[in-house]
């Protein structure tokens, strides 16, 4: 596809139970970038991955949280144990080359719900 | 300790008037900005950027202008559209930093 995909479009869950959100980047660009947005809040950065580089994972909220990307392409990003507070729309972005300035391009994100 | 603040959580204005949207941040090493815009249920997607090289940029009816001194960049749109209604998003990087770093966004309302 043209665009950064991101499945599932929405996710339910129950509290303590596990998530696996998936992305899948435009194809050729070697960055991706996992943000989310929880209610009435802005864009709180989670964790990047920069070609073979090692991830900065300086945004990550706690060890319950944790992603992979492989092969270069498809990410997930999964949340162990979830909480209510971990509740926000998770979205996947990706440019080409991760340089300073370059635009994000966006998925539609996944909207999760711990009851 | 927020980086990027945009201080309006939404603005309103007639179609065919300037908007204007602020942004202030705090991190000197911040050296370019961006500005999103998102609707509901979609992702965000970019508008335009400026290099800290410059003071302002323009794109149709789209300009950023930045003062580095007052660390302080706006978003003007000229004239606004029903269709420019929608959350805008500023945001800013630096060399080496890879991620960039989001307000918390404004909320533009157009009314016709």
């Known amino acids: 596809g043209a665009g950064v995909s991101q499945s599932p479009s929405n996710k339910v869950t129950e509290k303590g139970k596990d998530v696996e959100l998936r992305c899948d980047p435009i194809?050729?660009?070697?960055?991706l970038y996992w943000y989310r947005q929880s209610l009435g809040q802005g864009l709180e950065f989670l964790i990047y991955f920069q070609g073979n580089s090692a991830p900065d994972k300086s945004g990550l909220p706690s060890d319950r949280f944790s992603a992979e990307r492989t092969g270069g392409s498809v990410s997930t990003l999964t949340i162990q144990r979830t909480q209510q507070e971990d509740s926000a729309v998770y979205l996947c972005a990706s440019s080409d080359r991760g340089r300073k300035g370059e635009k994000l391009f966006f998925g539609s994100g996944t909207q999760l719900s711990v009851l | 300790d927020q980086q990027v603040k945009q201080n309006s959580p939404s603005l309103s204005v007639q179609e065919g008037r300037i908007s204007i949207l602020n942004c202030d941040y705090t991190n000197s090493m911040f050296d370019y900005f961006l500005w999103y815009k998102k609707y509901p249920a979609e992702g965000p997607t970019f508008l335009i950027s400026i290099s800290s090289i410059k003071d302002k940029n323009e794109d149709g009816r789209f300009t950023v202008f930045l003062n580095k001194s007052a660390k302080h960049l706006s978003l003007h749109i000229v004239p606004s559209q029903p269709g420019d209604s929608a959350v805008y998003f500023c945001a800013a990087s630096y060399t080496n930093a890879g991620k960039s770093t989001f307000g918390d966004g404004t909320t533009l309302t157009v009314k016709p």
């Open positions: 194809s050729g660009h070697t960055a």
